[in-house]
Nanobody, 123 residues
Framework: EVQLQASGGGLVRPGGSLRLSCAAS????????MSWVRQAPGKYPNWVSS????????IYADSVKGRFTISRDNAKNMLYLQMNSLKPEDTAVYYC????????????????YGQGTQVTVSS
């Protein structure tokens, strides 16, 4: 059974930082491109970033480029998202998902996704 468990969210002030983690199990993690996706209440899911299976290629949405960094540790089956210079518009539930791509789509259109972690940016 595929499982993706995201953690690390919380409440942070504008300009602050958070590091999200995603523990993966039930599939061969090192062969799968992975993504972070976020969804604000009542809004369509937004693709945030993807990383290739090896970690050698990363892509970002324009809204987070230069502020967020995606990475992975294939030895530990872990996916990460370092988020710096956070803004109120970054507030959303963040999901890790199996798949690689640079466009918005429903979470169900990814190969799989886990429960998300809430990120709230507010003063």
């Amino acid at each position: 059974e595929v499982q993706l468990q995201a953690s690390g969210g919380g409440l942070v002030r504008p300009g602050g930082s958070l590091r999200l983690s995603c523990a993966a199990s039930g599939f061969t993690f090192s062969t799968k491109g992975m993504s972070w996706v976020r969804q604000a209440p009542g809004k369509y899911p937004n693709w945030v970033s993807s990383v290739s299976n090896s970690g050698g290629t990363t892509i970002y949405a324009d809204s987070v480029k230069g502020r967020f960094t995606i990475s992975r540790d294939n030895a530990k089956n872990m996916l990460y998202l370092q988020m710096n210079s956070l803004k109120p518009e970054d507030t959303a539930v963040y999901y890790c998902a199996g798949g690689y791509g640079d466009y918005d789509r429903p979470l169900e259109h990814y190969d799989f996704y886990g429960q998300g972690t809430q990120v709230t940016v507010s003063s």
